[in-house]
C-alpha cells in the first residue's frame, strides 16, 4: 500500500490500539524495574 | 486603545452560547432516559427542569439573536470562557436537585468539576446516589473533554494563522486533518474505538472479580468515561479501590493513558507510525518526567515503610502517579493515606507530575508536557549559547509531528503559560493556608490538583470545606481548563465594554 493512502478503518484501529498497548507495556516494564531495582537497593 | 463591543457582537456571541446550551441540554436527556427506563422518577424530574432550561435559552438566543455573521478568533475566546462557566451553572440544576449537594456553590462545584474533567467531588453519600444521576456527573466528563479538543481544534482552524502567540506557542497549530470536519470525525471515531474495546475489556474484569452482568456493565461505563476522558469521577466513594482488582486497575491505566495521548499522537498511532510518536517532544518529556518522578515515589514510600515489594509499589504508587500524570485522579487508596502514610517525598513527587500534566491536545489539564518540554530545551538552548563563541549560531529544534526550530517567541510564550500555571497553583495554596486547619502539603496538593484538572484529592476538598475555599478552587479548574487565555480574552472584553474606544 502507498504511503500515505487511506487505510481501511478498522486496520487502523487495529493497529493504534496495539501499539497504545505497547506503549502501556512498555511503561510497567520500565517502571517495574525502576520499583523492583529500589526495593532492593532501598528496603 | 482596545475597541468597545457592538451591539452585534455581544449579539453573536449570545447566539453561539446559546448553541452550547442546546448541547448541554442533549447532555441532560440522556440521563433523563436512563431514569425514565429505571423508573428513577425523582432524578427524572431533575434532568427534565435542567434539560427545559438549557433548552429555553437555547431556543430564545436562536429566535432573537440569530445572525449570519461568522465568529472572529475574540468572539470564540470569549464565547468559550463563558460558555464554560455558564455551562458549569446550568449542569448543576440537576445535581442540585438531586438534594445530594449541601448547596448551590457545592452543585456548581461538582458541575464545573465535571466540564473540567477535574473529577474533585464534593458529593454527599455518593454511594446511594441514582444510577441516573451517577451516569450524569460522568457523561459531563465526556462532553467537557471531549467538547475542550473540539473547540480548541476548531479555534485553529478557524483562526489559521492569526492565532495569538500565547497558543500557536504550544505547537497545537498541527492540526490533525486538513478540515475541521474530518479532524473532529476522527476524534469521534477514536472515542468510539476506545469506547467499545475499554467499556468491553472493564465489563469483562469487572465480571471476573465478582460483579453481575449489569452492574459491571454499569460500572464498565462509567469507569471508561471518568478514564478516558481524564476525569476522575467513579460511580463509588473510594475510587478505584473500591474493586480490589488488579485487573481493573491495569485496564483504568491504560484507558488513562490513552486520554492523556494527546489526537495528534493518537492519528500517528492510528496511522501506524511509531517512530513519529517515539521521536515526538511531549512523548519524550513525559517518558523522561514520569520515569525520573516514580523513581522519586518509589524511593519515598520505601524510606517511609509504607510498602515494601514491587507489587504495591506498582498497583499504589505508579496508578497513583499514571492517574497524576494522565490528570484522571482516580485513587486506589484513601486521600489522607498521602499524609498519613506516604511521607513528604512521595506526595511532593505526585505533585510534580500533578502539575506537568498530559499532553496539549488531550482532555488532560496540567501545564502540559510540551510546554515543559519546550522550557527545557530554551534552557538548553541558552546555555549552549553561552559556552558557544558569541558569534556561532545555535540552532535548537523539536519534533512535534515534524520538526521545528525553537523561536524566541514560542518560548517565550510557554515560559509565560508555565509561570501563569505556578503562580496560579502558589495562591490556591497560601489561599488555603489562610484558613488555618490545613498545612502546606494539603494546600499545595490540593490546589495544584484543581488547577491541573487532576481530581486527586489530600481530603481538603469535601463537602463541608470553607465555601471560600470552594470558589477558589472552582475558579482555579476553570482557569486551568482554559488555560489563562480564553479567561483573559474575557477579562479584556469585559474592561473594553466599559471603557473601550466606541467603533466609528
Redesign the interface.
Known sequence: MPRGADRPFVHEAVLGVALLLGLALGVAVVAALIATVLSLLVG | MLLRPGADDLRLIGFYLGKVFLGLSLVMVLPALVALYLGEWNSLTSFVIGAALCASIGAVTEARLATRRALTWAHGMVTVALSWLLGAVLAAVPLHLSGHYDDLLSAVFEGMSGLTTTGLSVINDLDHTTLSMDFYRHLLHFAGGQGIIIVVLSLFAAGGGSIGTLYISEARDERILPNFIRTSRFIF??AA??AV?GTTALYLVLLGAGFGPARALYHGTLLFLGAFDTGGFSPMQASVAYYHSAGVEVVV??LM??GA?SFGL?FQ????D?RQ?LRHIETRTLAIS??AL??VV??GL??NGAY???EP??RK??FTL?SAVSSAGYQVNPGTTYLSDWGVLAPAAIVAAMAIGGMAGSTAGGIKALRVGIAAKTLIHDVKKLLQPESALVVTSYHVGKRQILRDSTARAATSLLLLFIVTYLLGAVVGLAYGGYDITQTLFESVSATSNIGLSIGVTEPSMPRGLMAVYLVQMWLGRLEFVAVFALLGYLVSLGRGRAKT
Not at chain 2, 269 to 272: D, E, I, M
Open positions: 471515531r477514536v474505538t476506545y474495546i491505566m491504560v493513558l490513552a495521548i493518537h498511532l492510528w496511522r501506524g511509531p510518536v514520569t520515569s516514580f523513581a518509589c524511593f520505601l524510606r515494601d515489594g514491587t509499589l506498582l504508587g505508579l499514571v
